[in-house]
C-alpha cells in the first residue's frame, strides 16, 4: 500500500519533525539552533498549508485562559517573544489592539470577569471601558461596556512561517515536502522507525521524533506500534468559515464578542492590508447548522448601527479544520508493513544533492528544499 515495501530503502535521521505547520517549523527550528540534525516531513507539496494558513492571525494577548495553566504563561510569554521575533525578521505584523464587547447589560458580568483573568494572567494593560468610551474608540460599534486589550496584534502568519523555516534551514534543517508519514514502530533500542509515503517511500530510523501533525496528530500517533493507545487524545473535528467584507473596514481595532465554550466567539479581524473578515463560526461535523446563517447572526448582532448602513460580509473567505477540508486528505489509511532488519543503508543527502524548492514537489529526497535558503 502507498508503494512502501519491505524493500524500500532505509534511511536514518537524527531528529524528524512531523509536520510543517508553524509548530513544526518552530519545534525544528529550536532542534537546529540546539545543534540537532533535523528532518521535516511534511505529506503536502508546501509548507503550512494546514490550520497555520487557515486561522485568524491575532497575536493573542493571554486574555482568556485559566490563570497557573501552560496556555495562560505561554500565550503571555510567547506574545513577547513573536513580536522580538516579528522585529528582527521583518515578518508584517501590527499591535492593532482589541475590544471585546458587551452589547447588552447581561453580558457584562462576563467581560468583568474576563478583565480580572486577564489582569491575574499578568496582562496588566487590559482595561475595562463603558460604552461611550468603546464608541470613542470605535464610533461604529454596538457596545455597552467592553474589554480593551491595546496589546492584541495581527501578524502575517505565511511570512512568520517563512521566516521560521529560513531560520531552521539556516540552521541546517532540511525540510522534505510530499513526504506522509504512514505510520511506524517504537524499535527496541527507543529508537523510532517511520513508514513515508510519496513518490519513493522508504522506512527511516529516527533517534527523535516530533509529531506535529495539527489536525491529524492523533491519527498519526496511534499508527505507530508502541505508543500507548491510552495516551493519543481523541480527535473531535470541528469547522469554521471566515467571511471577508469587501470596502473599506469599520474598524480600525479587533472586535470579539463575549467569548462561548467552544471558542472565542465569531469575531471580526483584520488583515495587514486592512481587509475586514468575519469568523470563524462554530460547526461541529456531526452538526447541521448552516454556518452562512450563524456566522451572520452572530457578527450582525454587534454591528447592528453599521450594517444598518446597508453593509454586509459579502463573500466566504475560507473554511478551517474538518475532514471536508482539503488538509484531512494528510491522514492517509493505515498502510500495511512488515518492518525488515536490513541495517541502515544510508544517511540523507546533504543540502548540496537536493532540490532548491520549497514548493515543488518532487520525488522522495528531492523534495527537500536546501538547508541554507533563508
Ligand atoms: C479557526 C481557527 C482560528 C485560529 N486563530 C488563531 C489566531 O488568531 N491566533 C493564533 O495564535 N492561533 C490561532 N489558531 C490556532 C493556530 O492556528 C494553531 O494552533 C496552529 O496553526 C497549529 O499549527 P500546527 O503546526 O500544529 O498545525 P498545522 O498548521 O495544521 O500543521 C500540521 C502539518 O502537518 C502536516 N501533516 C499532517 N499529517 C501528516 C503526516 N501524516 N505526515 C506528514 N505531515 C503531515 C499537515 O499537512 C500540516 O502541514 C486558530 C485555529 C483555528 C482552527
Redesign the pocket.
Known amino acids: 500500500m502507498h508503494g512502501l515495501t519491505n524493500t524500500s530503502p532505509v534511511e536514518a535521521a537524527d531528529a524528524v519533525v512531523?509536520?510543517?505547520?508553524?509548530?513544526?517549523?518552530?519545534v525544528a527550528r529550536a532542534l537546529a539552533m540546539a545543534g540537532r540534525e533535523v528532518l521535516i516531513?511534511?505529506?503536502?507539496s508546501s509548507?503550512?498549508?494546514?490550520?497555520?494558513?487557515?486561522?485568524?492571525?491575532?497575536?493573542?494577548a493571554g486574555l482568556y485562559y485559566p490563570t497557573g495553566t501552560l496556555k495562560a504563561e505561554l500565550c503571555v510569554r510567547g506574545r513577547a517573544l513573536l513580536l522580538e521575533f516579528a522585529r528582527t525578521f521583518g515578518v508584517p505584523h501590527r499591535v492593532t489592539g482589541k475590544l471585546v464587547v458587551a452589547t447588552e447589560h447581561p453580558e457584562v458580568p462576563a467581560i468583568e470577569r474576563l478583565w480580572a483573568q486577564a489582569k491575574a494572567n499578568g496582562v496588566h494593560e487590559a482595561e475595562l471601558i463603558d460604552g461611550a468610551a468603546a464608541r470613542a474608540k470605535e464610533p461604529a460599534l454596538q457596545a455597552v461596556a467592553a474589554l480593551h486589550s491595546p496589546g492584541t496584534g495581527?501578524i502575517d502568519?505565511h511570512a512568520l512561517m517563512t521566516a521560521i523555516l529560513g531560520q531552521a534551514q539556516a540552521h541546517g534543517a532540511q525540510l522534505a515536502l510530499c513526504?506522509?508519514?504512514?505510520g511506524g514502530a517504537v524499535q527496541p533500542d527507543g529508537t523510532m522507525m517511520l513508514h513515508?509515503g510519496g513518490d519513493e517511500p522508504m522506512h527511516l530510523q529516527a533517534r527523535t521524533v516530533v509529531n506535529?501533525?495539527?489536525?491529524?496528530?492523533p491519527?498519526?500517533a496511534s499508527r505507530i506500534q508502541g505508543v500507548p493507545a491510552d495516551s493519543v487524545p481523541t480527535a473531535h473535528f470541528?469547522k469554521?468559515h471566515?467571511f471577508s467584507l469587501q470596502g473599506r473596514a469599520p474598524f480600525s481595532r479587533l472586535v470579539y464578542p463575549v467569548h462561548t465554550a467552544a471558542?472565542?466567539g465569531t469575531h471580526l479581524?483584520l488583515d495587514l492590508g486592512g481587509q475586514a473578515r468575519f469568523?470563524?463560526d462554530v460547526e461541529w461535523l456531526s452538526a447541521t447548522a448552516d454556518g452562512l446563517t450563524a456566522v451572520y447572526r452572530t457578527s450582525c448582532r454587534w454591528t447592528t448601527r453599521w450594517t444598518s448602513a446597508g453593509r454586509r460580509p459579502s463573500s466566504r473567505t475560507y473554511a478551517?479544520?474538518g475532514p471536508d477540508c482539503p488538509?484531512a486528505r494528510?491522514?492517509?489509511p493505515t498502510p500495511v508493513f512488515a518492518p525488515r532488519s536490513r541495517p541502515l543503508a544510508s544517511r540523507p543527502p546533504t543540502s548540496s544533492s537536493v532540490a532548491r524548492s520549497t514548493t515543488a514537489c518532487r520525488p522522495g529526497w528531492a523534495c527537500m528544499a536546501s538547508s541554507r535558503q533563508g
Open positions: 512531523i509536520g510543517a505547520g508553524v509548530v513544526g517549523l518552530a516531513l511534511e505529506s503536502q509548507f503550512g498549508t494546514g490550520v497555520s494558513s487557515r486561522n485568524s492571525e491575532v497575536i493573542h495581527i502568519s513526504s506522509p508519514v504512514l513515508v506535529a501533525a495539527g489536525l491529524c496528530a491519527a498519526v470541528c469554521g471566515y471558542g472565542l479581524t469568523g470563524p478551517a479544520i488538509q494528510c491522514c492517509p
